[in-house]
């Protein structure tokens, strides 16, 4: 059974926005803090965001200002509006619990940040 589904990536110049979206089966985003992670080829899976069910968020330094974390409870969705968009930003996103704890993760979705 799919547990999580990210969508909303694609290629973005500097300075773009972009707005990902992370469906998630109601077992786990009801009672769990949701993140946001990205991974770039030959370096660890990093959080970047994460919102608790109450909505009360955290970001990493590295995006902090520049990107959104949300969530729609009734729709068990997690957003992450993404602007300022720089190169560094580049990498396959995933959507999880925080801290993760084992469920399996979904196919992510890319973003490159590229002139």
């Known amino acids: 059974q799919v547990q999580l589904v990210e969508s909303g990536g694609g290629l973005v110049q500097p300075g773009g926005s972009l707005r990902l979206s992370c469906a998630a089966l109601?077992?786990?985003?009801?009672?769990?803090?949701m993140g946001w992670y990205r991974q770039t080829p030959g370096k660890q899976r990093e959080l970047v965001a994460d919102?608790?069910?109450?909505?009360?968020?955290k970001y990493a330094d590295s995006v902090k200002g520049r990107f959104t974390i949300s969530r729609d409870n009734g729709g068990n969705t997690v957003f992450l509006q993404m602007n300022s968009l720089k190169p560094e930003d580049t990498a396959v996103y995933y959507c999880?619990?925080?801290?993760?704890?084992?469920?399996?993760w979904g196919q992510g979705t890319a973003v490159t940040v590229s002139s």
């Open positions: 999880n619990t925080s801290p993760y704890w084992g469920i399996s």
């Open positions: 109601r077992t786990i985003f009801n009672r769990h803090t």
């Open positions: 919102i608790t069910a109450s909505g009360s968020t």
